[in-house]
């Protein structure tokens, strides 16, 4: 091969080499007001990652932390997308954090590790969390006015009697939105929520829940292990997975989750009384099994319904009897 064409290939070689290496360049990590931000450069995001330990081994940070929604660095600006899932492991500085409507993931078990945070995590559109640290001084709060989604794991061990207030600007409760609520938990559902989603509301100590007519859809889960006596579903609702209710038993009040068993041994069912409003019985995905025997819960439809829901493959499995009438007025509009 002539020299040339040695040099050719030598040059082409080198190129490649160092083309592979800068594609596969670490990302660059900056420190901007005490938090560590790793720097994206093909995407130009931000992402806030762990701090280094000082020399004696301690991660020092702000009690209110404040992310940007820009960071700029050598002239080029990256957004601020993310908070790692390690970026504030088992910290005991950060008593407030302050997040811009950039952010787009966040893991609750992030900031369930901040063991002091002392105040709700939200933008303008999205509840992010409610530390339970908050709710050890307070016994209720309001979601602001504005917010449209509940993110996921936004709020979850809760302590004590708590009461949970939507606005009606939230439209979205994403899976597994609120959980782990072992205490008694009251919640008012949003008028311009459509859908419960999956697990949306497991495993939370709530007694009774009341579906308004705005809910179309109810999902896998969405109030499994919440120790339900009571169920009454609006007119709106459509579609229903038949385990949405399931695992409904007797637990002990509070942490850990354990079942209370009867003087046999044997699990309590909880669910004990359903009322749907509906006229045409929804749509069931699936076999209900929410008790060994589905005829001792009794389901309330109205008096003109009964005939629909008791002929139905999954309704009629209940004891199914019309509505009562509240009072007089009601019994002579009925007949």
Known sequence: MKPIFRYILVITALICVQGAFAKNKAPKTILINSIYYQLNEEKKTATAVAAPPDKKGKITYPEHVIFPDTITYKKQKYVFRTID?????????????????????????TLSLCTKLEWPVYNDKEFIYLPSEYTKSHSDYAIPE??????????????????????????????????????????????????ISTGAFWRCALKSITIPNNIKIIESGAFADCQL?????????????????HDNYKRYEG????????KNGQRQYTIREITIYRETPPEVEGHFELVP???????????????????????????????????DIMLTYMR
């Open 146 to 195: 504005g917010i449209e989604t509940i993110k996921s794991w936004a709020i979850c061990n809760l302590y004590d009697d708590f009461s949970l207030t939507m606005p009606n600007s939230v439209t979205t409760i994403e899976p597994f939105a609120i959980n782990d609520c072992w205490y008694p938990l009251s919640v008012s559902i949003s008028t311009n929520v459509t859908v």
């Open 293 to 327: 025997n589905q005829k001792e819960i009794i389901l309330y439809v109205p008096f003109y319904s009964v005939d629909k829901y008791t002929n139905h493959p999954e309704w009629g499995k209940f004891d199914v009897r019309p509505i009562p009438p509240v009072n």
């Open 255 to 262: 942490g850990p989750p354990m079942e209370k068993l009867d």
């Open 85 to 109: 899932t390690d970026a504030f492991f088992v910290n005991q500085d950060i008593k407030r954090i302050t997040v811009p409507n950039t952010l787009t993931y966040v893991d609750c078990y």
């Open 229 to 245: 006596e009571k169920i009454t579903l609006g007119t709106g609702i459509e579609v229903i997975a038949a385990n949405a209710f």
